[in-house]
């Protein structure tokens, strides 16, 4: 049973976050009437915020299966939800109140949603063997639809057993609608394969300068949050959440202040996920080639952005640490170009994510090369840490329930 | 005789207690774990082989620290005893132990053996 005494206390909520959803995400981990879970099993509500791709709609009933009955289901900006579920929809606004609504109608039993996947396994079991497992020895056969795993040499020269996986598209921790293919033999990545969607927030015509800075430095700082929860600081990640609904240049030195201590964020992401200076460069992620040291920047060709005195980039090495600190300098930035921009209206800017000249295609593409080539070989654990310093659009600071960056 | 009703109404209270907390349960939880509920939580994905495997720990990064750590002081203690008998003899022997230990333990280092996680 999902109730239990605890759940007197904070409403355990799973997220699960499609693009333009990564707001709400901030803004329930600033709550403290709410506690977002990592896993279903853990939640009592499981909350969609984003739109929902196609094919990503039935990984979403399975995750919708795995809370717990009595559960409930809340829509922030849901956009494509599957026809199984009834979500009770809610505004930003008024999705705190709607969540401790819907969990107090759970404790009182006056509230759940049905199973919408079948209880049991639609695969028979087909085993043969002295245990049922398929085939002589541990070998052969597919138990339940599902091959035994098989031998393959791995990187340290060892033959052993490779499990394959998909995480994603609805796992905490990975960008938005990220999806990994991995070959596992313990917990090393011995073939990854990553896939990032292919929507995301799209240009309206002219946009205010100081509309797309401040967008910048909340999506950066958003970032920064997802980052820091998955790296298991969760109380920083709270204090970032918060930062980023409402970013100020003293809340940015602070964190920056906080996180350059000793025994902190750093001791998880020093020398994670390298990338080389070449990787970076051109691929249509202008943040991340600044963070080695590439200018590359729409802004130094906009003359939207004449006299306001851009920063040159600065090479913080090609690690996750460096990722994170390019994202806390380039949003202290965006909030002094923010300030000094006054009216002044751009419409080719160069997004939080990327120049507006590069289609969201051809920079998934791009992207998940990059991903891949960063993730291949890693331990399982820097490896997610690495997916979470590499972000996409869908990931930014965009209002639910609308794709454009606001003008 | 008091040992035994001692023993006897333990056991019953053990009994008591037991059934007491699966009736108020009310439910017998095996019986209703669906099949979503069985799998892995990963996201919404499914995998596409069995858990049923042999997982590579990787235990040699672990045996080379454990001998680097543990397996000195198997050889510490008899050396301790016979220290003052053998004098500056078994201050050699035991430094050249030390010194070929710790290349293991400097390789070990080398391997990400030593990394917290």
Same mark, same amino acid.
């Given at each position: 049973m999902?109730?239990?005494?605890?759940?007197?206390?904070?409403?355990?909520?799973?997220?699960?976050?499609?693009?333009?959803?990564?707001?709400?995400?901030? $803004?329930?981990?600033?709550a403290d009437e709410v506690d977002l879970v990592r896993s279903p099993r853990r939640a009592c509500v499981l909350l969609v915020a984003g739109d929902v791709p196609t094919g990503d709609r039935s990984p979403l009933l399975q995750v919708h299966d795995q809370v717990p009955r009595p559960r409930g289901v809340v829509a922030v900006g849901a956009r494509g939800m599957p026809a199984e579920l009834a979500p009770i929809t809610s505004s930003l606004g008024g999705l705190v109140a709607t969540i401790l609504e819907v969990g107090s109608q759970i404790l009182v039993g006056e509230h759940d949603s049905d199973d919408v996947l079948p209880a049991t396994n639609p695969v028979e079991w087909r085993g043969v063997g002295p245990n049922g497992q398929g085939g002589e020895g541990m070998m052969g056969g597919v138990p339940y639809g599902r091959a035994m795993a098989m031998t393959a040499e791995g990187s340290d020269g060892l033959t052993l057993d490779r499990l394959y996986l998909t995480l994603g598209p609805w796992l905490p921790g990975l960008p938005s609608g990220c999806r990994l293919e991995v070959g596992l033999q313990g917990d090393v990545l011995e073939e990854a394969s990553v896939a990032y969607?292919?929507?995301?927030?799209?240009?309206?015509?002219?946009?205010?300068? $100081?509309?797309?800075?401040?967008?910048?430095?909340? &999506?950066?700082?958003?970032?920064?949050?997802?980052?820091?929860?998955?790296?298991?600081?969760?109380?920083?990640?709270?204090?970032?959440?918060?930062?980023?609904?409402?970013?100020?240049?003293?809340?940015?030195?602070?964190?920056?202040?906080?996180?350059?201590?000793?025994?902190?964020?750093?001791?998880?992401?020093?020398?994670?996920?390298?990338?080389?200076?070449?990787?970076?460069?051109?691929c249509g992620l202008g943040w991340l080639a600044r963070s080695r040291g590439v200018d590359e920047d729409a802004r130094?060709?906009?003359?939207?952005?004449?006299?306001?005195?851009?920063?040159?980039?600065?090479?913080?090495?090609?690690?996750?640490?460096?990722?994170?600190?390019?994202?806390?300098?380039?949003?202290?930035?965006?909030?002094?170009?923010?300030?000094?921009?006054?009216?002044?209206?751009?419409?080719?800017?160069?997004?939080?994510?990327?120049?507006?000249?590069? &289609?969201?295609?051809?920079? $998934?593409?791009?992207?998940?090369?990059?991903?891949?080539?960063?993730?291949?070989?890693?331990?399982?654990?820097?490896?997610?840490?690495?997916?979470? =310093?590499?972000? =996409? $659009?869908?990931?930014?600071?965009?209002?639910? =329930?609308?794709?454009?960056?606001?003008? | 005789m008091t040992t035994l009703i001692t023993i006897f109404l333990v056991l019953g209270l053990s009994v008591l207690f037991t059934a007491g907390l699966r009736t108020a349960s009310g439910?017998?939880?095996?019986?209703?774990? !669906?099949?979503?509920?069985? %799998?892995? @939580?990963?996201?919404?994905?499914?995998?596409?082989?069995?858990?049923?495997? %042999?997982?590579? @720990? %990787? #235990? #040699? !990064?672990? !045996?080379? /620290?454990? /001998?680097?750590?543990?397996?000195?002081?198997?050889?510490? #203690?008899?050396?301790?005893? /016979? #220290? %003052?008998?053998l004098g500056i003899k078994a201050l050699v022997e035991m430094g050249v132990f030390l010194v070929i230990l710790s290349l293991g333990i400097l390789y070990a280092w080398r391997e990400g053996g030593l990394g917290w996680q």
């Open positions: 999902a109730v239990t005494w605890t759940s007197a206390g904070p409403v355990p909520v799973f997220v699960a976050t499609g693009a333009g959803g990564a707001a709400v995400r901030h $803004a329930l981990r600033a969607p292919t929507t995301g927030p799209t240009l309206a015509g002219q946009v205010r300068v $100081a509309s797309v800075e401040q967008l910048r430095a909340r &999506t950066l700082l958003g970032w920064l949050a997802d980052l820091t929860d998955t790296a298991g600081l969760p109380a920083l990640a709270r204090r970032v959440s918060r930062l980023a609904l409402d970013p100020t240049p003293e809340g940015v030195d602070a964190v920056r202040r906080r996180l350059d201590r000793r025994w902190g964020l750093p001791v998880a992401t020093d020398g994670v996920g390298h990338l080389e200076r070449d990787d970076v460069t051109g130094r060709d906009d003359r939207a952005y004449d006299g306001l005195e851009l920063a040159a980039p600065t090479d913080r090495g090609g690690d996750v640490t460096g990722r994170w600190r390019t994202w806390l300098d380039e949003a202290a930035e965006a909030l002094r170009l923010a300030e000094a921009a006054e009216d002044r209206t751009t419409d080719r800017p160069e997004l939080p994510w990327g120049s507006a000249a590069v &289609t969201v295609e051809d920079r $998934a593409v791009a992207h998940a090369a990059l991903a891949t080539r960063a993730v291949s070989g890693a331990e399982l654990g820097r490896a997610v840490l690495t997916l979470a =310093s590499l972000p =996409s $659009a869908c990931d930014a600071d965009v209002a639910a =329930s609308r794709a454009e960056v606001p003008a | 439910t017998d939880l095996a019986d209703h774990i !669906t099949n979503p509920q069985q %799998r892995p @939580v990963l996201g919404g994905s499914d995998p596409k082989t069995h858990a049923w495997q %042999r997982f590579h @720990v %990787r #235990y #040699y !990064t672990m !045996t080379l /620290v454990f /001998v680097a750590f543990e397996m000195e002081m198997m050889f510490m #203690y008899p050396w301790a005893i /016979v #220290y %003052r008998a």
